[in-house]
């Protein structure tokens, strides 16, 4: 079964994306880091043990990656927004098996003691138009959202609008149980809701 890992903000810059998650929900991100395969950089909020938020752009400073972005960062343009989310589990292949191949394939990385494979398509895109979770399986113990600091944010739910939104139902919530995500007929978008210190806060 899959599982709430994290939440991603997208910006042409970073900056703009880590303002934007951070003007939504009311509170600070510290610094993230690099990932060199896909040239992006981030900025993260510890919310609990087990879940965080990412805010995430091309990284300048480095080449251009041989392949496409993760996240559709190529393809991204406009305002700082909520793009992405993203579903842990315990065996990728098996997940992907019963997802199927629109999810892409499995890609190795690290960051410092993290390891961790991602499964990313060849054009960086997921399926319903970007609108479908990214998905991701930790090796090893280390973890991120542990090691921040706690912003005191709480993950109520996210809700995935989308113009086919009762296909992505279907195919998600047979591997995914979670009452925290409903997806809603309508044009594409997502919206996730905190509970805060200043009551619930919504990320868009």
Not at 121 to 148: E, K, N, T, Y
Request: proline letters at 8%; a negative charge; one cysteine or more.
């Amino acid at each position: 079964m899959l599982r709430f890992d994290h939440l991603a903000v997208s910006g042409t810059v970073l900056a703009d994306a880590t303002h934007h998650l951070e003007t939504c929900l009311g509170l600070d991100t510290v610094a993230g880091g690099q990932h060199p395969h896909f040239a992006t950089h981030n900025t993260l909020m510890g919310c609990g043990d087990a879940f965080y938020l990412e805010a995430i752009s091309p990284d300048p400073t480095v080449p251009a990656p041989s392949r496409a972005r993760w996240f559709g960062l190529d393809q991204f343009e406009g305002p700082a927004r909520l793009t992405n989310w993203i579903l842990a589990c315990d065996d990728l292949d098996a997940a992907l098996d019963k997802l199927g191949p629109g999810f892409g394939a499995p890609v190795a990385l690290t960051r410092g003691d993290f390891r961790w494979r991602m499964a990313v398509p060849d054009s960086g895109v997921l399926p319903f138009d970007g609108l479908a979770p990214a998905v991701i399986q930790w090796d090893g113990d280390a973890h991120p959202a542990p090691r921040l600091p706690d912003s005191g944010a709480r993950f109520l739910g996210l809700q995935v609008r989308h113009p086919d939104a009762a296909a992505m139902a279907a195919l998600l919530t047979p591997v995914l149980d979670d009452d925290r995500v409903t997806y809603v007929e309508g044009e594409a978008g997502m919206m996730a809701a905190f509970d805060t210190a200043d009551g619930v806060r919504k990320l868009t």
